[in-house]
């Protein structure tokens, strides 16, 4: 079974759309940091909050080799958490959208995607027929994207033609 960690925001952002569902569609198990769950948990009095922990395809774990988070100090404790974990447990993919968290996770050799790329795999698998509304919504409920990334993904997913 792959080994797939997430970090906080594509939980949140998939969270804020109804989709936290793919994940698990998708991947079977998600890993979530200690880190993160807690992160999560600082949302409780959100709408969109869900206990990660009463989902059985969710497993929250800690570190156990804290250590490893010497060498991601520029980033905040979820981020931290994904990466160190992820080396620790030699994951296969590490869900995670924030720049400097990419760059750090390149830099160690992790293997990566974000929000978009789990809706573009959802796509590509045929567990959703469209990027494009989900792209909105995103963007109204306050998820950042840059422009550039969503032209890519939506040439990539065939919504519009490269130009």
Not at 1 to 12: A, C, D, E, L, Q
């Amino acid at each position: 079974m792959r080994r797939v960690i997430s970090n906080t925001t594509p939980i949140v952002a998939l969270l804020k759309i109804g989709h936290l569902h793919l994940l698990e569609g998708l991947y079977g198990q998600v890993i979530v940091p200690k880190a993160v769950w807690m992160e999560i948990e600082a949302g409780r009095s959100t709408k969109y909050y869900v206990d990660l922990s009463s989902l059985p395809w969710i497993s929250i774990q800690a570190l156990k080799e804290p250590e490893r988070l010497t060498q991601f100090k520029d980033l905040d404790s979820g981020e931290a958490e994904v990466l160190a974990l992820a080396q620790e447990i030699q994951a296969d993919l590490v869900i995670i959208d924030e720049v400097l968290a990419r760059l750090a996770a390149k830099h160690v050799g992790l293997c990566i995607t974000g929000t978009l790329g789990v809706l573009l795999r959802a796509k590509e698998q045929g567990i959703i027929s469209g990027i494009t509304p989900l792209i909105i919504q995103l963007t109204e409920q306050g998820i950042w994207l840059s422009k550039a990334l969503i032209q890519e993904i939506l040439q990539l997913s065939g919504e519009i033609k490269s130009s």
